[in-house]
């Protein structure tokens, strides 16, 4: 989903109203603090030592309060042990459904402080369930406010269709302010302190742009007349504070804000610190945690503000770390190939270079960094042409390095590739066209044994979905050059999954186009042809039929119309099904290093192909490929390729069957369960159980849910 931001405009009109609000206020108002701006706020040796002070308050506190979480982040201060992990544990408790969305906008603010992506806790993009909760419509302005905040601090990829989007928030608070320019609680009419602090709080980051002076200075008119001599609002300190971090969000000076002839909010807010170091809710009360905590917010708010550090909420956003494929595509052959982490596509590249012991040469603009050279293989390689050249590819389109205003970044799952070529043409997509016995044209996986034909496209940086006439399209070592429509035509197959090589290699001259090897999905006959179609298991028949049209899983006998659900598999029969699933393809003479898997056999380039993936290690000793596969190993082997990690506790995953499992099987079988791929019955996980096909088909469609979709 596009989201969209509201631009920061300044005008004449905006600045008069602010200078008004200057003079009305004694006090100064910026939005974010620019580099050279003055403030007066001032962190004093008293105020520095207030902070520390509820901060230890705070750190020992059990359960640890999460609204403290993000003033921890700013002051850079570490957050108990443990804390990220149990906070995943609520939101996976809920699968990111809280019935609040306060609950839900204090978990989430409380994860990314602790250093999570709210984008991705095993699976669980909360930025959906945010933007969809009915909450938002019931539960006040402050809540509206909140999540406003919170959608600041997500970064979400998800394809769900959301019912709001951040600027739709934004708006909304500006429709619920009163007359009187204050904010309410939920069914009030009338304006309340704490509402109002938290609505300014979220507005802050929008104080240049037109809409939002009005609002402001209606709200802060309001506000300064409801402050009492005393400096307080409404006798409590949890509304002190939230108005000291709307006032320094926006710029103002707490320690200048206080009614005529009264005390300042900020000196209000001190008077209830108590000796040691914790904060009373009311005037001569006792130590209370909520007091305490929005204390604490807005002591660091303050601090910020003095050292023009920015705004308490802004910039908690934490991104989800990830990996990426890359591929070294010289003039003549696929040099490397491998995985990257996330990050700086050109750092991602040249890191991999050296590891692979690839020697390169970078160009010296530091402005626009580029490969001139790698393997030898020089720029202008043929007559003057030819170059080297970066591309990313992002599972439905290409991103290219030469032209882009800035560095190239890399998602998790994406892809890099770093080609020769003198001109830019890429594969843009396959399309596969095949016909019904009645001869009716349907698109999609092709059906089992049933002539298809494949439109190649191909994108020349400035225009996607052309022809890509005159490549060279190879399937099953058979190779037919496509048409002045892209067309390549091949018989019916069996079911599975297959890689399509598509070439346009030139002699003495760079590629006609970057070769790109995509997977075509042959789809195996409907679940209900099957002879034991009534076998499987009612919970497995939707997995299955997915896993048959995708060609993951096929019929077991001669003539194909045996299912065997209850059939158990090999540990060389479950790999495979693996390897089809990422689209990963064995190359028949790799050799695994395994002792028991002799060259030749069916599974030995499937098994040298998961070594070099990672998803089974030589150390075992034997592979033992015709034995059984437990649910332990298939765990194992799935957390592995599905580069699965563990966000919540380890006590969490409570089985009691798993205590005395080596802790790498413990903590697979936690990641698959958090992930909602094997979550075992009964309290226990069945370790030890062989696992029959029924099970290996839900599995995979599991996990198929979990890696984003090539579009093509």
Request: aromatic share 8%; net charge positive; hydrophobic share 40%.
């Amino acid at each position: 989903m596009v989201r969209k931001r509201l631009g920061h405009i300044l005008t004449k009109s905006t600045l008069v109203a602010l200078c008004l609000l200057l003079v009305l206020l004694n006090g100064t108002v910026t939005a974010e603090p620019a580099a050279g701006k003055k403030t007066t706020a001032v962190i004093t040796a008293e105020l520095q030592r207030a902070l520390e002070g509820v901060q230890g308050i705070l750190l020992s506190r059990q359960p640890f309060p999460d609204e403290a979480a993000p003033g921890f982040a700013k002051n850079g201060a570490s957050l108990p042990k443990g804390y990220l992990e149990q906070t995943a544990d609520k939101i996976l408790a809920q699968r990111g459904k809280f019935a609040k969305v306060t609950d839900l906008t204090r978990t989430a603010l409380a994860y990314s402080a602790a250093g999570g992506s709210i984008n991705n806790i095993a699976g669980i993009d909360l930025y959906p369930f945010l933007m969809n909760h009915s909450g938002i419509d019931t539960e006040g302005a402050a809540a509206v406010a909140a999540a406003y905040v919170t959608s600041d601090n997500s970064y979400s990829e998800s394809l769900e269709r959301t019912n709001r989007y951040p600027d739709m928030l934004f708006y909304q608070l500006l429709k619920m302010q009163l007359a009187d320019g204050s904010w309410p609680l939920a069914g009030q009419t009338q304006g309340d302190p704490s509402a109002t602090a938290w609505v300014l709080t979220a507005l802050a980051p929008q104080l240049g742009s037109e809409q939002t002076a009005g609002p402001v200075q209606s709200a802060l008119l309001w506000l300064k007349g409801k402050q009492q001599p005393d400096g307080g609002f409404d006798g409590k300190t949890t509304t002190t504070a939230q108005v000291v971090v709307a006032l320094s969000s926006l710029g103002i000076d707490a320690a200048d804000f206080a009614a005529e002839g009264g005390t300042s909010v900020l000196d209000h807010l001190l008077s209830r610190k108590l000796p040691d170091g914790g904060f009373a809710q009311t005037a001569g009360g006792g130590a209370d945690i909520q007091a305490a905590a929005q204390a604490y917010l807005a002591l660091t708010s303050y601090k910020l503000l003095s050292k023009q550090a920015g705004l308490l909420y802004s910039g908690l956003h934490q991104a989800d770390k990830g990996q990426a494929a890359i591929y070294i595509e010289g003039p003549g052959s696929t040099l490397a190939a491998g995985y990257v982490p996330s990050g700086d596509a050109l750092k991602a590249a040249t890191a991999f270079l050296q590891n692979k012991g690839l020697s390169y040469k970078l160009n010296t603009d530091s402005a626009r960094p580029a490969f001139t050279a790698i393997e030898g293989i020089q720029n202008g390689r043929y007559n003057g042409k030819g170059e080297w050249r970066l591309a990313v590819f992002n599972g439905s389109s290409w991103l290219n390095a030469h032209k882009s205003m800035g560095r190239l970044t890399l998602g998790d799952r994406d892809q890099l590739l770093v080609y020769y070529a003198d001109h830019m043409e890429l594969v843009d997509g396959i399309q596969s066209e095949w016909k019904l016995k009645n001869g009716q044209k349907m698109n999609g996986f092709p059906a089992a044994n049933t002539p298809f034909d494949l439109y190649i496209k191909k994108a020349d940086g400035e225009l996607g979905g052309l022809p890509a006439w005159g490549v060279t399209v190879t399937l099953q070592g058979i190779s037919k050059t496509a048409d002045s429509a892209g067309k390549v035509s091949f018989t019916g197959m069996k079911p599975g999954v297959y890689p399509v090589e598509i070439t346009k290699y030139r002699k003495d001259a760079a590629p006609g186009i970057v070769k790109r090897t995509v997977a075509l999905h042959i789809a195996a006959p409907e679940l209900d042809t099957f002879t034991d179609a009534k076998q499987v298991a009612v919970w497995a028949r939707s997995d299955m039929a997915a896993a048959l049209s995708n060609g993951y899983i096929q019929g077991v006998s001669a003539s194909g119309n045996v299912l065997a659900p209850k059939q158990k598999l090999t540990r060389a029969e479950f790999l495979t099904l693996l390897l089809r699933l990422l689209r990963e393809f064995p190359e028949d003479k790799a050799v695994s290093g395994f002792p028991d898997v002799k060259p030749g056999k069916w599974y030995s380039g499937t098994v040298a192909k998961a070594v070099e993936l990672g998803i089974v290690s030589r150390s075992s000793g034997k592979f033992e490929p015709d034995r059984g596969i437990t649910r332990e190993e298939a765990a194992v082997m799935v957390a592995k390729a599905a580069r699965l990690s563990t966000y919540g506790s380890a006590g969490r995953v409570k089985f009691g069957d798993t205590s005395t499992l080596p802790q790498d099987s413990r903590q697979a079988i936690q990641a698959v369960n958090e992930h909602e791929i094997m979550t075992g019955d009964g309290g226990s996980f069945h370790p030890k159980q062989v696992l029959v096909r029924e099970q290996a088909a839900a599995i995979l469609v599991r996990v198929q849910k979990l890696i984003p979709e090539v579009l093509y």
